[in-house]
Each structure stands twice: as C-alpha cells, then as structure tokens.
C-alpha cells in the first residue's frame, strides 16, 4: 500500500507540518463528497452550518464521561466568564446521535469519549472534520482524564510528554486494509511545558511531567492482579511495572496513543493532562470515595482552566 507521498508537501504521510496547507484532514475523497454527514455527533455539512457553529472554536476538550464533561464545559464557561447568549442554556449538541455528548462554552467544546482507543478514535475522526469543515484557526486538543500512577500518589496530576504503546515505542498502530500503518504518538512538547507552568506549589497537589503507557483494557492489558482473568503472579506484575518506570513511564491510561497519533497526524497542537487515582506501585483497586476521586479529577481542570485562560487573557 502506497501511503508515502502526501499531495500537501510534507516530508510523509506520517510526519506533517502544523503549517500544512490542506488543513486538518488527510483525505481526498472528503472534498469530492456532496455531504459529510459525522453520524456520531449527529451533525453534518449540509444540515448545520458548522462553520457559524463552531467557526470560533480554540479549544476541543475529550474526556470519558458525558457528566464530566458537562461540569467542565459549566466551569469553564464562569472560569472564563463566558455569558451564553439570552435565552440559551448549556445543552449537548449532538442531537439525536447519541453516542457522544458535546458541549459548547464559548471557544471551547467539551465531548466526552467513551473507554478505549476505539471509541476515541470514531470522536477524534468526526471532531478533527468537524473543525476542518468549521474552518477553526489553530484549535488545540487536549483529552482530561484519569490514569493510575506510577510512583506517584493518588490525586496527582501528570501531563504526558509522549505516549509508549505495548511494544514500548511511541507508535500507534493502526490496522488499515490488512496492513499495520505505524504512526508517531508525538503531543505537543511547548503545550505540555505551559500546562506544567500554571501549576504552582500553593495547589496543594503535585504535577509532573512523563511518559504515558497506552494500554489495550483496564485488567491484564495493565497488569492488574483482579481482573476476571490473571496467569501472572504479583512478581511478573511488579517485574513489568518497575520496567515501564525505568522507560519514564509516569501513568497508564487507555486512549493516549491514539489520540496522541491521530491529533500529530493532523497537524494539531495537542497534550493530556490526567488525575492518578491509584499508585500502581502499592495496588490495584480503585477503592477512594466518590468524593476524594472527584476531587482528584477537579484537579487538571484547575490546570486546563488557568491555561485557557492566559491563552484567551481573561
Ligand atoms: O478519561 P477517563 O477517566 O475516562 O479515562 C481513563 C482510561 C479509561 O477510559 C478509563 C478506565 O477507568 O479511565
Ligand atoms: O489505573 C487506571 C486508572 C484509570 N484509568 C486507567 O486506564 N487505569
């Protein structure tokens, strides 16, 4: 399969500049097609007009859960004291689709992603055409979630600045017409050092810097002991764990490589920021309150919201 010679100018197919003039999409076919209908955001080229829609977006926020979502897009819309217009309330915009959930505050849309490379990769798809076809000027994406930590305590917030995959290289592959197309996990390394920036000591929490490991599910894929199923012993566990820390590895989570992938292919500025609820290195549970763990996960919104705000200079 032929996928080495963009028609944009770039150097490849994988590595294209933030400066690329064909924009977001790498995709002949779009151009050619009458409509582009995004089914799972229930919006379409010819049915909205996305460009008056979303033409002001700067910033495109993805995390797991519809709910957290909307308490972001609530918090950042007093955080950067956004007034909706009269008569208008926060409402999710994906209208009938009903897969993701998507919420508007001001320049800044929040959609949540669901569990898995999978699920974030329909979003990320439908959300890298959605600001193509809104003609957005240098959006950038950043997912807000959770991770488990490794070596770092629970409640801590680590900002990736790269993502490994199973085989321990920064390369999502993906699988295309039978063949494996690696494509380079690299986020934006400025971005990361200006979200670590408006941390400050006073917080009350730590933030740090590493690496993310990207695993396929939640049980053996991360190698915890409780799943339904396990053939490995705590030592194998351990062997494995204090390997990934020797790589820089700082926390696991299940969606990074791909978004991580997917934003470089287009040409995004792009970075993660998540909340560790759990040292892996002491257990596997997931056994805080509803409380501290929604306290933890205030936690790199507090972040996000400072950044977008010196961004916007509000
Ligand atoms: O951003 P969230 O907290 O939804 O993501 C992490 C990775 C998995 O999707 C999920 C597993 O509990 O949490
Ligand atoms: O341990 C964890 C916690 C949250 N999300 C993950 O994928 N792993």
Not at 217 to 238: N, S, T, V
Not at 271 to 284: F, M, Q, S, W, Y
Not at 293 to 312: D, F, H, N, T, V
Request: aromatic share 6%; net charge neutral.
């Amino acid at each position: 399969m032929d996928l080495a010679s963009p028609s944009c100018g770039c150097m490849s197919t994988t590595e294209h500049s933030p400066e690329c003039p064909t924009g977001f999409i790498r995709n002949p076919h779009i151009a050619r097609m009458d409509e582009d209908f995004l089914y799972h955001l229930g919006l379409g080229t010819k049915t909205h007009n996305l460009p008056e829609m979303f033409g002001d977006v700067k910033f495109v926020i993805v995390g797991g859960t519809p709910k957290r979502m909307e308490n972001l897009a609530k918090y950042l819309l007093n955080e950067i004291k956004h007034k909706l217009p009269v008569g208008t309330q926060l409402s999710d915009l994906t209208g009938a689709a009903d897969r993701y959930s998507m919420y508007k505050a001001g320049p800044i849309i929040c959609v949540n992603h669901g569990m898995g490379n999978p699920s974030i990769s329909i979003l990320l798809h439908e959300l890298i055409k959605l600001v193509h076809h809104a003609k957005c000027k240098n959006p950038v994406f950043i997912r807000l979630g959770t991770c488990g930590g490794l070596g770092v305590p629970g409640g801590t917030v680590v900002i990736s600045d790269g993502v490994l995959n199973d085989k321990l290289n920064g390369e999502h592959e993906f699988k295309i017409l039978g063949n494996v197309v690696p494509r380079p996990t690299k986020l934006d390394a400025n971005l990361a050092q200006e979200l670590k920036a408006v941390a400050s000591p006073s917080d009350g929490f730590q933030t740090v810097i590493g690496k993310t490991y990207c695993a396929d599910d939640f049980y053996e894929g991360q190698g915890r002991l409780d799943g339904a199923f396990c053939d490995y012993q705590e030592a194998d566990k351990m062997r494995w764990l204090n390997m990934l820390q020797q790589r820089g590895v700082v926390n696991i989570e299940m969606e990074s490589s791909m978004f991580a992938a997917l934003t470089h292919n287009a040409g995004l500025k792009a970075g993660i920021i998540c909340a560790a609820i759990v040292n892996r290195l002491n257990g596997d549970q997931i056994t805080e309150t509803k409380e501290t763990l929604g306290e933890w996960q205030e936690r790199p919104a507090k972040l996000l919201a400072r950044y977008i705000r010196r961004q916007l200079g509000v």
